[in-house]
Every structure is written in C-alpha cells, then in structure tokens.
C-alpha cells in the first residue's frame, strides 16, 4: 500500500501519477472517501494524466460519462451513489464496462461492493483538514 499526504489541490498530480503507474494489467479503480472528500477531482487528474482532453463532470445522474485517453484509450466514470439497488448496475450492463480492458473510475464502489473485479486499485481518501488529504492506494 502507498500512503500519500497533500496540503492542497496543486499535489493531486502526484497522487493521479500513482494511480495510473498502479494499474499495471488492472482497469477498475475503486475510489472510496465521504461526501466531498474530492474523489471527483481525482479523477479529473487521473483522466488529465492518461491523456484526455475532456471536460470530467460527476455523473451522479447519468451514472457513467464516457472520456478519451491518449491513443483513443477509452476511460469511464461511474457515479454509483444514487444506485438504490444493485440490480441497477445489470441493467446497464455494468460487466460490459469492468470487464472490457477500458479504464473504469467508480466512485461510491461500496454501493455495488460484490460486483466489483477482484483485480482492482482500492483508493481511500481520508479528509484531514479543508485543504489537506490523505490517500491510501493498495
């Protein structure tokens, strides 16, 4: 496990780097931490680093937006955190996306929790003061 400690959102691309050389052969990346703990802007600067140009929004009610990497690497953000029911995940076809090879961002993992790839990147953000995060990459 990687621990790292920032002081303000000029770091967070260090912690975006550590990701994205973490992943290895992974593609899902499970980001945990409390309402506004930045998990959004983490994955803006994942997606900044694996060479997309697009505008990172929360899908909080599209449940997944779609970007483009470098070499038209496609990367996903999913928003879990209105999911009510797991079936949910099914019935967009959440296997589709884990299991494609193509990046998958989730936030709120814990709502579809055994749905989840064992071979993933957990990330825990830990809110230490308004500016300063702790991250935790196993």
């Known amino acids: ?12 691309p260090q912690v975006a780097r550590a990701i994205v050389e973490a992943l290895g052969s ?3 990346v499970a980001l945990r931490g409390a309402m506004g703990a930045g998990k959004t802007t983490l994955i803006r600067e994942i997606v900044a680093q ?3 140009a ?22 996903f953000h999913f928003d879990f955190y209105r999911i009510e029911d797991i079936r949910e995940a099914y019935d967009f076809g959440y296997e589709e996306y884990f299991y494609s090879g193509d990046i998958c961002l ?4 814990e709502k579809i929790e055994p749905l989840l790839p064992d071979e993933r990147i957990e990330v ?4 230490d003061s308004p500016t300063a995060r702790t991250f935790e990459i196993e």
């Not at 697009?54 to 470098?70: C, E, H, K, L």
């Not at 989730?106 to 993992?109: D, H, R, S, T």
Request: hydrophobic share 40%; net charge positive.
């Open 26 to 28: 992974r593609s899902v």
């Open 50 to 52: 694996l060479g997309a």
């Open 106 to 109: 989730v936030e709120w993992p």
């Open 124 to 127: 825990r953000i830990a809110v």
């Open 54 to 75: 697009d505008t990172v929004t929360s899908p909080t009610f599209a449940i997944v937006n779609q970007y483009r990497g470098s070499g038209d690497r496609r990367i």
């Open 1 to 12: 496990m990687k621990t790292i400690h920032i002081t303000s959102c000029e770091e967070l």
